[in-house]
């Protein structure tokens, strides 16, 4: 059952549902069209005409030169009243029976008539009345109303006073319900308009001490009392970020191929945080674009530019790496015009705009912009920036203090260090090399994920005892596991393991002479983690295909026999490691410098060859062990700082335009960022950048931020935007059914600094929205309720439905922000993906009860 957010009782809501289904299928012949002139009124060109003309015409006679046939272009007055090469004139004004236009829309040939049988459209009777109108009336062209600045002169309602008004946005509506003869309807009563406004504002119903409290207020502040409390709570970030975050394409995962996590959720908790604190809407604008360059830019600034990162990647094996370069840049024009201008611009990554003045050449300046963005185009995301909390700041400042004068002392020479480097170098001329023992492993150990698997210690952590057998994992009922030896693993080779979601430990001895120092190659397919003597010297959670050198690691070698232990675990696919000698550490200079007579030694050579030692000496192991475990527990914190994928710049990529979107076509024209070619063009110094873009889009002059934004929150709060069509306010959008209404919202907001608070307030705080959501005959005049004689009722988003039930039911666990949850779902939900494989394990210590905005987003 659909649940709506007008109506305070269930069995109403069904009731409206059962009419609404009713109304579609029913038209009465008196029903009004909000977007068309009336009968005998003035015919405007974008109001009336240019709908008409898009949907039929543009496509071969519209904005795109490379498809206009005949040269005849229907989108500009001169080339519509021009006469073409076959000597016909298309429009000819005051003339609609010599038009050309009205006699081919009108003829029964059917190699004649426009728009061809083959496109299966055809003019409706009413359609070509209102095109031989527009002519009759002198055919008068208009540029596109959303490419205009909203004129402040021609947005005044011509009613200034009436009983039902409380703003100026009633005023507006008054106005048109007067013109079509209709009345508002009766204000609702207070039951409905406080449920009306929990659902709107955060998403949340009232609870019923509240409910009762409000209906038995008569004050006459206590409406706007309660809408000032609303939008103080912390629940209304949560409620508006539902919206956005959907805008934005935001997803916790990657989306293509292993559709694997990435780390973005403190960019969520960005907008969360951004809507609550009432961050203007140009500066949330210009953060999001190019947070990370405004000049010191802030934490929250640099996570902002995060959402420069939303867009679907790849790991797969063979992707293409400019292909998907490529996709990436295309992705990011498409959602910011879409998001911000309201424009459908992804058309013109092949080809001009067929019915607007946007073109391929604009696409890829756009596009020119985001091209300093760092990131590979194939593969796994990096790790991102760290967010620490304030408590695992408080700690790494702690850690770092200590760990400060440990590296002081490790740095600091004294006699007896000295003493000992002396007796050192004395034995440094008849060194034997070190030598390594065998190969032996266990495992798997398995584990639910790759990352349990990590952070578990398993027996061998603790000690080594190759005659052992082990359980193979924490769970009850795991096979065991026992040490195997393999004589037949040579260093420098890549040795297969077995097991997905899974650790498996390898171990050697190594003989030393002296104290001595190995660097070594590692790989690993995926994380990997090494003890030296039972002292964590490299732990790294990583998920990748094994490959030499993906990590250089030195380790300090006692006299003797030393205990080398690795950790190698898996998430799925390909699973291994790879281990290589390397040499001693620094053997190519300390070596050299070694063999000089010490009097030739120069001081540099002798500070470095005194760095080395101290990284060996068994003068210093407390130091380099008390060093060490404190660096492994930074590690771990670190390890356990949420990170966010965030913009950084760097220096831009080569932009040309691709013929037909071909990213293999590499002949096309270099571009540098710009915007659209019509619209106000940029004042930058240089090359322009994102920052300059946002800027543009924050713009006092431009004409469409503001107006798409107004026109989404009207949708929000008044179930349908003033133009229905909230991504295309271009030609093939609709024309707004409030046109002087939805100017005046747009300047208002900006004017008033694009405070997104007060322009929400000023919406529920009118007469327009408090009317009560019945119908009765006013679903016959206007099914669709354009003209607001009445308030709309909708269905509430998914993620509400969700949370008002845990909330009716008291289970609703209400933090704000966080990592994302996952609460139950069925066995087997995520079977399908690998690399790795996963499960979907269910959250059990109250997230699950969270709201719906954190559930993990696949």
Not at 92 to 105: C, F, M, T, W, Y
């Amino acid at each position: 059952m659909a649940v709506f957010r007008s109506h305070p009782h269930s069995l109403v809501a069904v009731c409206a549902a059962v009419l609404s289904c009713m109304a579609a299928c029913a038209w009465s012949a008196d029903a009004v069209d909000p977007a068309r002139a009336a009968p005998g009124a003035v015919v405007l060109y974008n109001r009336d005409v240019r709908p008409i003309l898009a949907e039929n015409c543009f496509a071969c006679h519209g904005p795109d030169a490379n498809k206009r046939k005949a040269g005849l272009g229907l989108h500009r007055r001169e080339s519509a009243i021009s006469e073409l090469k076959s000597g016909r004139v298309a429009v000819i004004p005051g003339q609609p029976d010599a038009s050309e236009l009205i006699k081919r829309v009108l003829t029964s040939d059917e190699d004649d008539r426009m728009p061809p049988a083959a496109t299966g459209k055809k003019l409706t009777p009413a359609q070509v009345t209102m095109l031989r109108e527009w002519i009759a009336q002198d055919a008068q062209w208009q540029p596109h109303w959303s490419y205009l600045e909203p004129d402040a002169a021609a947005t005044k309602a011509s009613i200034s006073d009436d009983r039902w008004s409380r703003t100026p946005i009633d005023r507006f509506i008054f106005d048109r319900l007067q013109h079509e003869g209709l009345q508002p309807s009766p204000e609702a009563d207070p039951i409905t308009l406080i449920r009306r406004l929990g659902f709107d504002l955060i998403g949340l119903p009232p609870s019923i001490a509240e409910v009762d409290a409000f209906a038995a207020d008569h004050s006459a502040d206590a409406y706007e009392q309660l809408i000032d409390r609303l939008l103080a709570s912390p629940h209304f970030g949560e409620r508006m970020a539902v919206y956005w975050l959907d805008l934005v394409r935001y997803a916790d995962t990657t989306g293509f191929h292993s559709d694997n996590t990435r780390n973005v959720t403190p960019y969520r908790d960005y907008v969360i945080t951004a809507f609550n604190d009432d961050l203007p809407f140009d500066r949330f604008t210009i953060e999001q674009l190019a947070g990370d360059l405004l000049p010191d830019a802030t934490l929250s600034q640099r996570i902002a530019s995060g959402y420069n990162r939303l867009n679907m990647t790849t790991e797969e094996g063979g992707a293409q790496p400019k292909e998907y370069e490529n996709k990436h840049a295309a992705d990011r024009v498409r959602n910011v015009s879409t998001v911000w201008m309201g424009a459908t611009m992804g058309c013109c990554e092949c080809h001009d705009h067929k019915f607007d003045p946007y073109s391929t050449k604009d696409f890829y300046r756009m596009e020119a912009f985001f091209a300093d963005i760092q990131e590979a185009p194939i593969g796994a995301r990096e790790p991102g920036m760290p967010v620490p909390t304030a408590a695992q700041q408080a700690e790494l400042a702690r850690l770092d203090a200590e760990i400060s004068p440990l590296r002081t002392q490790l740095a600091t020479t004294t006699t007896a260090l000295a003493a000992a480097q002396a007796e050192w170098e004395n034995q440094f001329a008849i060194y034997h090399p070190s030598q390594l023992g065998p190969w032996s492993s266990i495992g798997p150990f398995k584990a639910a994920a790759p990352h349990d698997a990590y952070i578990t210690d398993y027996p061998p952590e603790h000690a080594i005892d190759l005659s052992a057998t082990n359980s193979g994992g924490t769970a009850e009922g795991a096979p065991s596991v026992a040490w195997v030896a393999h004589p037949e693993w040579k260093d420098g080779e890549i040795h297969t393991l077995t097991g997905d979601n899974s650790a498996t430990y390898v171990y050697r001895t190594i003989e030393a002479t002296a104290e001595d120092a190995l660097q070594l190659s590692l790989g690993s397919d995926d994380t990997i983690t090494v003890w030296v003597n039972g002292q964590q010297v490299l732990a790294k959670e990583v998920y990748r295909g094994v490959a030499p050198d993906q990590d250089k690691l030195s380790i300090a070698l006692k006299p003797g026999t030393n205990a080398l232990l690795m950790k190698i675990v898996n998430g799925g696919g390909g699973y291994g490691f790879y281990f290589q000698v390397v040499g001693r550490l620094a053997p190519d200079d300390v070596t050299a410098i070694e063999k000089l007579p010490a009097a030739e030694r120069s001081e540099a050579q002798l500070a470095q060859v005194a760095t080395f030692y101290r990284t060996i000496a068994p003068l210093l192991e407390p130091v380099r062990a008390q060093l060490a475990g404190l660096e492994a527990r930074t590690a771990a914190i670190d390890a356990m700082v949420t990170r966010v994928l965030v913009s950084t710049a760097g220096p831009p990529r080569v932009v040309k335009i691709r013929a037909r979107g071909n990213w293999q076509d590499e002949s096309g024209e270099v571009v540098e960022p710009g915007v659209p070619h019509f619209l106000a063009q940029l004042d930058a110094k240089g090359r322009a950048t994102r920052l300059d873009l946002a800027r543009w889009l924050a713009a006092h002059d431009n004409p469409l931020t503001a107006r798409v934004f107004m026109n989404r929150l009207w949708r929000m709060y008044f179930g349908v935007g003033l133009s229905k069509s909230l991504d295309d306010l271009g030609a093939q959008g609709e024309w707004p059914v409030h046109p002087e209404l939805l100017d005046w919202l747009a300047i208002d907001f900006r004017d008033h600094g694009w405070d997104v608070k007060r322009a929400i307030k000023q919406l529920v705080m009118s007469s327009a929205y408090r009317q009560t959501s019945h119908a009765g005959a006013l679903r016959e005049r206007d099914p669709d309720n354009r003209l607001i004689a009445r308030q709309s009722s909708f269905r509430l988003d998914a993620e509400f439905v969700r949370d008002d039930v845990l909330a009716i039911s008291g289970l609703l666990v209400p933090t704000i922000g966080g990592p994302s949850v996952r609460p139950y779902q069925p066995a087997g939900y995520l079977m399908h993906l690998n690399f790795p494989a996963r499960d979907w394990k269910d959250e059990s210590d109250g997230n699950e009860y969270r709201r719906g905005l954190y559930t993990f987003w696949q």
